[in-house]
């Protein structure tokens, strides 16, 4: 994954933002110590600004697509209003202990909901109107995951992708097929009269979009 920020300016801003807290440090560790690519972890940075995100918003209902095990969830979940829930789709099965467990150290075990399956088959079935979306799942469907999701997201409620940027690659003149997929993906925002939106440099890219 490309350093957006020069490496000694990163821990500036980790050094002068809200630290990790201990459940989310050993979440981390743990993902590190067991789990395959633990570089698809949100991270301190990206979770606070997704916190303080969800925090200003107060959502009674998030949708993330993509849970893995489960840090941008916590992260998420911190914000929503009283009573809120935060849906959360993971095609890994295997996945599902960890993420309960740190649920569970969370204190957010009553307001988030795991379900386990293909993201395509399991959003037409969630009844619900969204206050947030975070997509960050397999990339090639990014395009789908957002067509799929518009219509259950309120006036005014916020959509973000994750890895819109894929290392800078998205910049290169040619494409791999999860490349390719990203920039069709950036490129229907930028086309969609429906939304306002911005490519946060955040990490690997966040792509934001309000629906108006």
């Known amino acids: 994954m490309m350093q957006m920020l020069p490496e000694a300016l990163e821990a500036y801003i980790a050094a002068h933002s809200t630290p990790e807290d201990e459940v989310l440090r050993e979440l981390s560790r743990e993902t590190h110590l067991k789990v395959l690519m633990p570089q698809m972890l949100s991270g301190h940075l990206q979770g606070i600004f997704l916190e303080l995100t969800s925090r200003m918003l107060r959502p009674a209902r998030i949708l993330e697509i993509g849970t893995y095990t489960g840090y941008s969830a916590i992260c998420l979940a911190r914000g929503l209003s009283p009573g809120g829930v935060l849906y959360t789709i993971e095609r890994n099965e295997e996945l599902a202990p960890l993420c309960h467990k740190y649920f569970q150290k969370a204190g957010l075990q009553q307001s988030i909901r795991l379900l386990i399956g293909n993201a395509a088959h399991i959003i037409p ?22 067509d799929l999701v518009f219509g259950k997201v309120r006036q005014g409620g916020i959509i973000i992708a994750d890895n819109v940027l894929w290392s800078g690659k998205v910049a290169e003149p040619t494409h791999d097929k999860d490349t390719a997929a990203l920039h069709a993906f950036n490129c229907k925002l930028k086309n969609d009269p429906r939304i306002r939106h911005f490519i946060l440099p955040l990490r690997d890219g966040l792509h934001l979009a309000v629906k108006l």
């Not at 009844?127 to 395009?143: C, G, M, Q, R, S």
Request: hydrophobic content about 40%.
């Open 125 to 146: 079935t969630l009844h619900e109107t969204f206050d947030l979306v975070f997509i960050d799942a397999d990339k090639i469907n990014y395009p789908l995951y957002y």
